[in-house]
């Protein structure tokens, strides 16, 4: 019961952000305030192309979390059936009498 909270509080987390990625990649003006914004022109950088990029890397940081994730829970479930099948043992699949 433990992993399935830790997955869906990873799941909700994965989902703020790839919603706020889309969001702020799809925002025109940037989401800053106007000091932010005059001093990131002031610098010579494009503040649409910052925000974007910002975006990108949190889409990304939010894919390799999950990848990472994906890869544990391969992991576990691998671990888990090797454990049965050395015990001999087998799981009833679902629908079976037997």
Avoid: K, N
């Avoid at 987390?13 to 003006?29: E, I, N, Q, S, T």
């Avoid at 932010?36 to 940081?61: H, K, N, T, Y």
Wanted: aromatic share 8%; hydrophobic share 55%; proline share 5%.
């Amino acid at each position: 019961m433990r992993h399935s909270r830790t997955f869906e509080g990873l799941g909700v987390f994965l989902l703020y952000c790839a919603l706020l990625a889309v969001a702020l990649m799809g925002a025109d003006p940037p989401l800053g305030s106007p000091v932010s914004v005059r001093l990131a022109l002031a610098a010579g950088a494009d503040p649409v192309a910052e925000q974007r990029l910002g975006a990108g890397i949190l889409w990304a940081g939010g894919d390799l979390i999950a990848l990472i994730a994906i890869a544990i829970a391969c992991y576990r479930w691998w671990r888990a059936d090797t454990a049965f099948s050395r015990a001999g043992t087998t799981v009833p699949m679902v629908g079976t009498t037997s």
